[in-house]
């Protein structure tokens, strides 16, 4: 099971701290991505993390702002947003991939939470 938290309304340039406690696995053995999706548009991925060798994913629109985080002991992943922009706008998701690839393709991963609403006002 996964659970997002820490979404709500920011103003342009403000920062949010999303966190996704994990629980039923260890985050040892997965990859965790956090995607996003806004009304209308295809789910993407935003930051992705590989356990196996640390390797992470940024998109384009994200680098330099968003930080992607684990806390191994408490089985939880951060994404840490600053510098937050009106089209970050989406409801963003954290999921799971046994596979371990830390890829940006939402179709390999597995397990996925409800989402959590990040609304940036202009």
């Known amino acids: 099971q996964l659970v997002e938290s820490g979404g709500g309304l920011v103003q342009t340039g403000g920062s949010l701290r999303l966190a996704c406690v994990v629980s039923?696995?260890?985050?040892?053995?997965?990859?965790i991505g956090w995607f996003r999706q806004a009304p209308g548009k295809e789910r993407e991925g935003v930051a992705c993390?590989?356990?196996?060798?640390?390797?992470?994913f940024y998109d384009d629109s994200v680098k330099g702002r968003f930080t992607i985080s684990s806390d191994n002991a408490k089985n939880t992943v951060n994404l840490q947003m600053n510098s937050l922009k009106p089209e970050d706008t989406a409801v963003y998701y954290c999921?799971?991939?046994?596979?371990?690839?830390?890829?940006?393709?939402?179709?390999?991963?597995?397990?996925w939470g409800q989402g959590t609403q990040v609304t940036v006002s202009s």
């Open positions: 999921a799971a991939d046994r596979a371990n690839l830390g890829s940006s393709d939402y179709n390999d991963y597995d397990y």
């Open positions: 993390m590989s356990t196996t060798d640390g390797n992470t």
């Open positions: 039923g696995f260890t985050l040892d053995d997965y990859a």
